[in-house]
């Protein structure tokens, strides 16, 4: 069971944990620098671990230059999500 992880947890799916993604594809997309990739979510649980948030793991591989841009920050979304 969870413990401490149930909180905040909003239709945006950001907080949800990696194995909680739906399908084998994680699909990633940034409107504002064009970028748009697919990872297999196997992969991506073999190299982060199931655990990690998608908020964490969006930051970690869509490694947009405006990622931490706080006047114009980066677009980047899971499009199964969304
Ligand atoms: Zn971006």
Request: with cysteine.
């Amino acid at each position: 069971m969870d413990r401490g992880t149930g909180a905040g947890q909003g239709m945006s799916g950001g907080s949800l944990p990696l194995r909680a993604y739906p399908g084998d594809l994680v699909e990633l997309a940034c409107e504002k620098c064009g970028r748009r990739g697919q990872y297999r979510k196997r992969t991506l649980v073999e190299r982060s671990g199931p655990e990690i948030r998608l908020l964490d793991l969006l930051e970690e591989i869509a490694q947009c230059p405006r990622a931490r841009n706080t006047y114009d920050a980066c677009g980047a979304h899971f499009v199964g999500l969304v």
